[in-house]
């Protein structure tokens, strides 16, 4: 089976830094993607790593490491605009097909 | 160039009566899958097609649901009879050659 967890909640300063956590077990892992959702519309893709290190895109980094079953999203200068939800969630080719499983979520909310 | 377009966007029915959730991928993408979400158990996994076919319905909570793909720009998942329980936001998402999901704007449904 599969299992992921993630803080519920966060907050944080305008400007700031945020690191969120997502630790996760699974069979037939093939990649962690994070999603954005803000309230009341659909997730979005923000990244993706299936190897080891840090992706960058812009304000937004993600860090994997398959042997600790870890990754963070880091997201930098915060903006009242980045106050949502994040997803983390873990591709899983266990059958033979690639599903995606998503964690919880983490509420972010930035204030000023 | 027009995402993955759910119908009805909101739905209020009485327990009992038989909701039909109806969801067109995006053009050229070959998996299509229904997820729900509330408050309490996230983004769960009910069904994932791939080339019309469904793989895994392990995720369907029960009997009363099913799910059809009849062909590759149409799906639907219908509940027959349904409960309160069943109220939540349903997403249909599709995928690209790259693994990335692409979710509709979801349909709120209201069982009471």
């Known amino acids: 089976g599969q299992n992921i967890d993630q803080p519920t909640e966060m907050t944080a300063t305008e400007g700031a830094i945020v690191q969120i956590n997502c630790t996760y077990q699974t069979s037939g892992f093939n990649g962690l993607f994070w999603y954005q959702q803000h309230a009341g519309e659909a997730p979005t893709f923000l990244s993706y790593n299936v190897l080891d290190g840090l992706e960058e895109k812009g304000r937004f980094s993600s860090f994997l490491s398959r042997s600790k079953g870890y990754s963070y999203l880091l997201l930098k200068e915060l903006q009242m605009k980045d106050s949502a939800s994040y997803l983390c969630?873990?591709?899983?080719?266990?059958?033979?097909?690639?599903?995606?499983?998503f964690g919880a979520g983490t509420r972010l909310a930035v204030h000023p | 160039d027009a995402g993955v377009i759910q119908s009805p966007r909101h739905e209020v029915t009485e327990m009992g009566q038989e909701v039909t959730l109806r969801c067109k991928p995006i053009?050229?993408?070959?998996?299509l899958f229904w997820y729900r979400q509330t408050m309490m158990r996230g983004l769960e996994l009910l069904i994932y097609f791939n080339n019309n076919v469904p793989i895994d319905d392990s995720g369907m909570p029960e009997d009363r649901f099913s799910a059809k793909m009849p062909n590759a720009s149409f799906s639907t998942l219908k509940i027959q009879p349904s409960e309160p329980r069943d109220s939540a936001v349903y997403f249909c998402a599709s995928r690209n050659y790259t693994g990335e999901l692409f979710f509709g704007e979801g349909s709120r449904l209201t069982v009471l």
């Open positions: 053009s050229g993408h070959d998996y």
């Open positions: 969630a873990v591709r899983d080719h266990s059958g033979g097909y690639n599903k995606l499983i």
